[in-house]
């Protein structure tokens, strides 16, 4: 989501100094009326990590997408670009049929797929949906295909994995700094902008929930409450990913002093520090 120019507050873009600070790459680069697939988003940062290399930099990779990270270390099966009308058919068709209907119609056409999704998993199943057909292939034979271009050289993954309960207070709070510097005009422009609600920028958390309020059906606590709770919901899901999907070198309860140190320490081991 920090791709998207237009959602600086909602996606917790680096504030102007911290940008300027240190090299940032990806930010805010593309309008919020573009999607940026994760195929399009590996296809941006492998060159830029390669540019830091070049400059004599260690390219730092940021942020809490397992999938984006898993296709950046190790490739992505090589689907064709989905047309916006077979999009366009496939959500019309899911909002028609309702989503039991949907993944009983899906589970006909890639039964393999379906018998991985639960029927509320509407963003999945439309993916699915979408890729057998606009190719005619169920997206199981797709990702079974070898991935493309992946990361290569020495790296050094680092978790940071705080209790659970420090982890929502954290959400909680977020959300609240998000309102104080400007979260809920951020949505206004959003809306007035007319972009399609279907677009990537679009789903991010806290843009339903506001736009909500904004149109009357939300008072500003219930929609707070409703982004915080979206907020947390998202962050277990991506803690559940990361704790099963993913071998950390280094997992941190928290970002302190001796944690940056051992961090520094387990760099060195890894080769990823420049000589000076």
């Not at 959500?91 to 119609?105: C, I, K, P, S």
Request: aromatic fraction near 6%; include cysteine.
């Amino acid at each position: 989501m920090q791709v998207y120019r237009e959602l600086r507050v909602l996606s917790a873009r680096p504030t102007v100094r911290t940008m300027a600070a240190v090299p940032h790459r990806l930010y805010g680069i593309l309008s919020a009326s573009e999607r940026c697939s994760v195929a399009r988003w590996r296809d941006l940062a492998l060159p830029a990590i390669e540019a830091a290399r070049h400059a004599g930099r260690v390219p730092i990779v940021i942020g809490g997408t397992g999938f984006y990270l898993k296709a950046l270390e190790e490739g992505l099966a090589p689907i064709p670009d989905i047309p916006d009308a077979v999009r366009e058919r496939a959500r019309a068709r899911l909002d028609t049929m309702g989503a039991e209907q949907f993944h009983a119609a899906l589970a006909a056409r890639d039964p393999i797929a379906a018998a991985r999704l639960a029927p509320g998993d509407s963003q999945r199943i439309l993916r699915a949906w979408e890729v057998v057909e606009a190719t005619g292939r169920p997206l199981s034979d797709w990702l079974a295909q070898p991935g493309g271009a992946a990361l290569t050289g020495p790296r050094l993954r680092i978790l940071l994995d705080p209790a659970l309960e420090s982890l929502y207070r954290a959400c909680d709070a977020r959300f609240d700094h998000m309102m104080r510097r400007g979260a809920l005009a951020e949505v206004r422009r959003l809306l007035a902008a007319g972009f399609d609600p279907d677009l990537p920028a679009m789903k991010a958390v806290g843009v339903r929930e506001l736009a909500a309020l904004i149109d009357g059906r939300l008072d500003r606590a219930a929609a707070v409450a409703a982004a915080q709770q979206a907020t947390r919901r998202y962050a277990k899901r991506q803690g559940t990913w990361f704790r099963h999907q993913y071998t950390a070198n280094l997992r941190l309860e928290r970002v302190d002093e001796s944690a940056i140190e051992c961090g520094v320490s387990y760099a060195r081991r890894f080769g990823l520090t420049l000589p000076r």
